[in-house]
């Protein structure tokens, strides 16, 4: 970007529509920001409830600015060029949103190891599931229409529901009626590793936390186990494998 303007209007039209996806990013930092300064003074529930509230008005004045700006249609609040998609559209859109999503948590990850190493930068990895994790269970529950106590099967619903839930694989296995085991049999980021000729990540400080978290936000009830999570060994057959119980 040349540094020839003064101001805005001095732009010409490439530089402008750069300056307009910058100000879309600064939206969404400044939306984050907000949301990580009320959790901080009053704590992940109550900056949850207001988020919500927040976004439930500011959604609708967005959402409506952008349509105008980008000349798009709305039904109902929507983007009429999605509800004009079939199912495989849209599972594929979901997809590739998952993917995007990865994308930018592995850039960030590399970009804190480039400057501090690999420990500092899975310290942050790890402090960002305590708080993406039960964000993402709540937002899941929400959509839904989880009870506040959803159970066992409400948690099994609710993890096929996650950002990376189309693109890992992942199983439900040896169900009894007070818990069930979770196994990520492809993990996209592993899997990426060993094509590579490297070792698996060790994502287990950061997994107790975040399936912990996400457990406990679908029902306050539900416990956690590890069964196995690298750096721990591990069959060919699953990366991870998770204990979920709900205690009588």
């Known amino acids: 970007m040349s540094g020839h303007a003064e101001k805005p209007e001095e732009l010409n039209p490439e530089e402008m529509a750069r300056l307009i996806i910058d100000l879309l990013h600064r939206t969404i930092v400044h939306h984050t920001l907000w949301f990580n300064e009320v959790e901080h003074q009053l704590g992940m529930p109550k900056a949850l409830e ?3 509230e927040a976004w439930q008005k500011s959604y609708p004045i967005q959402i409506k600015r952008l349509s105008e700006i980008f000349g798009f249609e709305l039904k109902d609040g929507v983007p009429a060029a999605l509800l004009a998609k079939d199912k495989t559209e849209l ?6 949103l998952g993917k995007s999503w990865l994308a930018s948590d592995g850039v960030w990850f590399q970009t804190v190891e480039a400057h501090y190493g690999l420990w500092e930068a899975k ?4 402090s960002c599931w305590a708080r993406f994790s039960p964000f993402e269970a709540w937002s899941i529950k929400k959509f839904l229409g989880l009870p506040e106590q959803a159970g066992l099967e409400g948690l099994k619903k609710a993890l096929r529901f996650r950002v990376y839930g189309r693109i890992n694989v992942q199983t439900f296995v040896n169900d009894t009626p007070s818990s069930f085991i979770f196994q990520m049999n492809d993990c996209r980021v592993q899997s990426a590793r060993k094509r590579k000729g490297l070792e698996d990540y060790p994502c287990k400080s950061g997994g107790l936390v975040e399936y912990r978290t996400f457990a406990e936000t679908i029902d306050p009830r539900l416990k956690v186990e590890c069964i196995g999570c690298p750096p721990d060994e591990h069959p060919a057959e699953w990366f991870c494998s998770w204990r979920f119980n709900l205690p009588k």
């Open 123 to 126: 310290r942050c990895n790890d």
């Open 91 to 96: 599972l594929k859109a979901m997809e590739e």
């Open 50 to 52: 207001l988020m919500d």
